[in-house]
């Protein structure tokens, strides 16, 4: 169980505001303060600066948060677990980014599932910053994801290697065939919201060609990756996808990839869970249930 000046602390942390902390936790604001200072003392160091009207976490208070929201995680997991049966297999609660929900697990969740009927499964299917965010507020107990995580928060396990293809409609009139990634400039690109995966990793590989999905000639931000793919067939653009995610449009046809020279993107997606999280070997264990080879191809 978390204690209550931590539960003050990881308020502080959310805001960075007393008042809205205080408000938050329905306290005083003196009462926060109180509880912070109670913090520092116990732990011999400073939490937060305060500097140009900002609060900021001083390294001893980053490496008390991550501490702490695992403690609160875990704590999430262990009611759960307390509240089985020691013979009711383990309920599944975890996250997974729209690629990797619609394309990669469900192979292996169906497997998971033959093998344990009676177990709930919930899945939350969203982009890897909403993941991180349910993961840390113990709504989750772990998630898989295409994006980067903070190596300081999490530990994680690679479950696979994917390719990253620029692709458009199968007969998408380009004036001249482009060749590198800047005759793709003329084009719109078709992209997902920030804080999913897919669209961190594009925008870091554009900007290590100095370059920004501004700079295409148009822009469509789309959250929803069904919506995305039919703009795609429908000839709206182009855009850069995981072969897992396209593989069935490519095979048949109906979409084709584009090969640049300056091009050749391979990415990591990760199983995550909280760092120093106690039941590490638990979510190592589900790793191997529900790594990619252990479904239905």
Not at 258 to 269: A, C, G, K, P, Y
Request: hydrophobic share 40%.
């Amino acid at each position: 169980m978390l204690d209550f000046r931590m539960e003050s602390f990881l308020a502080v942390c959310r805001h960075m505001n007393y008042t809205r902390a205080a408000e938050e936790l329905n306290l005083t604001q003196p009462a926060v303060s109180q509880h912070i200072r109670w913090l520092e003392e116990r732990y011999g160091a400073p939490l937060f600066h305060y500097a140009n009207r900002r609060l900021t976490l001083t390294p001893a208070g980053q490496l008390l948060r991550t501490a702490a929201t695992t403690v609160l995680h875990d704590d999430g997991q262990l009611k759960r677990r307390m509240q089985q049966t020691l013979h009711t297999p383990q309920d599944l609660r975890f996250g997974a980014t729209p690629t990797v929900g619609m394309h990669m697990v469900p192979g292996p969740l169906a497997a998971y599932h033959r093998r344990y009927p009676e177990a709930g499964v919930y899945l939350k299917v969203d982009n890897t910053r909403a993941l991180c965010q349910a993961l840390d507020q113990g709504e989750l107990d772990f998630a898989i994801v295409e994006g980067y995580v903070r190596k300081q928060d999490y530990d994680s396990m690679l479950y696979r290697s994917e390719p990253y293809l620029p692709v458009c409609a199968a007969h998408y009139p380009f004036e001249q065939e482009p060749s590198r990634l800047a005759d793709l400039l003329g084009e719109t690109l078709l992209v997902r919201e920030p804080g999913s995966g897919g669209r961190e990793i594009l925008e870091r590989s554009l900007k290590r060609s100095n370059l920004d999905v501004s700079d295409f000639r148009g822009l469509l931000e789309i959250g929803d990756m069904n919506v995305l793919k039919q703009m795609l067939l429908l000839g709206c653009g182009v855009a850069f996808l995981y072969r897992a995610a396209v593989s069935e449009e490519l095979a048949r046809g109906r979409l084709r990839a584009l090969h640049l020279e300056d091009v050749q993107e391979r990415n990591d997606i990760t199983f995550i869970w909280r760092k120093g999280s106690v039941f590490a070997d638990h979510y190592r264990s589900l790793f191997r249930m529900l790594r990619p080879d252990s479904g239905e191809a």
